[in-house]
């Protein structure tokens, strides 16, 4: 996985002794020698997945263990990730999710859900696909009136609005899941089942953009390679924290966060 993220002091400071919820996952940047390695911290941790079968974890059941290092930390959910039913209002201390959010097709109702199940004064850890390390690169950044419109118009996970662009302009050389134009094509004719498509493309701004957007208040960012966007909240109503934008797209190893001179 590489180094640590220059965030994952504080991500481990505010795991350590937590009650979490994993939404998608079990991710390897959560392990011990991940980016962000919360798992060896954590002594409460249940996760959510949208299916008993999916294309990445394979069979799973509702209230089994969750063991993502061997050692049980808590239960299984199978739930949509915008809809956490039976689940309490400010049920945990902080919500975790890697590699997900971009495979929902609506962002805004999936993070105002999680911050409903989210104590107040409690955390999200958020890491995201960059545009520019990934095979969405030829994609545009989806704005955020895009995802304003999903969740006015009550947008579920069958929407197709992005299929037709993802079959012109996905890079099947740069994914690993996919060996051509027309297996790409039966993947995304099938993501209702498989969740495979990434229905949204991210870049840092964006990012942190969705976030603030949802009623969560962003409180740092990161954007590493390969391919990872990290982004963490706090679930209050106070100011943003003061974040150097100029200083942190200046650092980002991403052309399309850099300032253009």
């Known amino acids: 996985m590489g180094a640590q993220s220059s965030l994952a002091a504080e991500v481990i400071n505010f795991a350590t002794n937590a009650k979490g919820i994993e939404i998608g996952g079990p991710s390897r940047c959560f392990h011990r020698r991940g980016i962000l390695p919360i798992y060896p911290v954590m002594t409460s941790l249940d996760i959510v997945n949208f299916s008993d079968q999916t294309l990445w ?5 509702e209230g089994a263990p969750f063991a993502p290092e061997g050692t049980p930390l808590g239960i299984q959910f199978l739930r949509e990730a915008t809809a956490l039913q039976g689940i309490p209002d400010h049920s945990y201390d902080v919500v975790f999710s890697s590699h997900c959010l971009e495979h929902t097709a609506n962002p805004l109702r999936a993070l105002k859900e999680w911050k409903r199940i989210c104590k107040p004064e409690g955390y999200l850890c958020l890491v995201l696909p960059h545009r520019d390390g990934t095979f969405d690169w030829r ?21 197709e609005t992005h299929f037709e662009e993802i079959i012109q302009l996905h890079d099947v050389r740069r994914d690993s899941g996919v060996q051509s134009v027309n297996e790409l094509k039966r993947r995304v004719a099938d993501n209702l089942n498989s969740r495979a498509v990434h229905h949204h493309v991210l870049d840092l701004k964006s990012a942190v953009s969705l976030v603030s957007g949802s009623g969560w208040t962003p409180t740092a960012a990161e954007a590493r390679r390969p391919f990872d966007i990290v982004v963490l909240a706090r679930n209050y109503a106070g100011p943003a924290a003061d974040i150097d934008w100029a200083s942190l797209l200046k650092a980002s190893p991403f052309p399309s966060d850099r300032p253009r001179s």
């Open 139 to 159: 994609r545009p950044v989806t704005p955020i009136s895009h995802y304003l419109s999903d969740e006015q118009n009550d947008v579920g996970e069958g929407d």
């Open 57 to 61: 974890e394979g069979s799973l059941v």
